[in-house]
């Protein structure tokens, strides 16, 4: 499996010419959908989902049962929930944002597992109960604090991590951010730049 970091909280998959890309929000590039054979979207912010972008995609999107998405037609998935996209199976985890500050109203986030290896968490530090390949884990949020995206990769235990939503932090923030994770994790912690791929 090829796996493609974009910008902010957007990853492409593919194997075997299917292409599945999750959370292509209004921060990401356009390329990232090119010949996407399906959508899976974690929550309704839109550093997560750009719906017009979406709307003319004409391929099957796939976000939580509860989001709130005008505008544009999705499949709702629910936690616990089974399916497949794009030729990959997916497993739906959690159910809600991270707590956000001053009791602001969380909304509906699911993680999704992939093919039993690849796990994008959302805007969530949910740990999934099955073992972990490769995680996808937040780099920053105005919802978290780098202790805690250390302790998620300890507590997920992946064989490697890469960093996702992490378009709000300069150079000198990501350095730091990109150093403790490979400092306090032993879990093959490696920084993909957006466009780079494994």
């Not at 590039?29 to 979406?54: F, K, N, S, W, Y």
């Not at 235990?157 to 923030?173: L, M, V």
């Amino acid at each position: 499996m090829r796996i493609t970091k974009y910008t902010h909280a957007c990853v492409r998959l593919e194997h075997e010419g299917r292409v599945l890309v999750i959370d292509p929000g209004t921060w990401s590039e356009p390329r990232a959908l090119t010949g996407a054979d399906a959508v899976l979207v974690t929550h309704e912010h839109a550093d997560h989902i750009d719906v017009l972008r979406l709307a003319g995609l004409g391929v099957p999107v796939h976000a939580p049962a509860d989001a709130d998405i005008a505008g544009l037609r999705v499949t709702g998935v629910s936690s616990g929930e089974e399916f497949t996209a794009a030729g990959f199976r997916v497993r739906a985890v959690g159910g809600r944002h991270a707590f956000i500050y001053g009791g602001q109203p969380d909304c509906a986030n699911l993680g999704y597992v992939i093919d039993e290896a690849v796990y994008h968490p959302g805007d969530s530090l949910h740990v999934p109960e099955q073992p972990i390949e490769t995680l996808l884990v937040p780099a920053q949020g105005s919802w978290m604090r780098t202790a805690e995206a250390i302790d998620f990769v300890k507590a997920v235990a992946p064989r490697r991590a890469f960093a996702i939503h992490d378009a709000q932090i300069n150079d000198r923030g990501l350095s730091s951010v990109n150093g403790w994770l490979a400092q306090e994790t032993d879990h093959g912690y490696r920084y993909l730049a957006p466009g780079e791929s494994l």
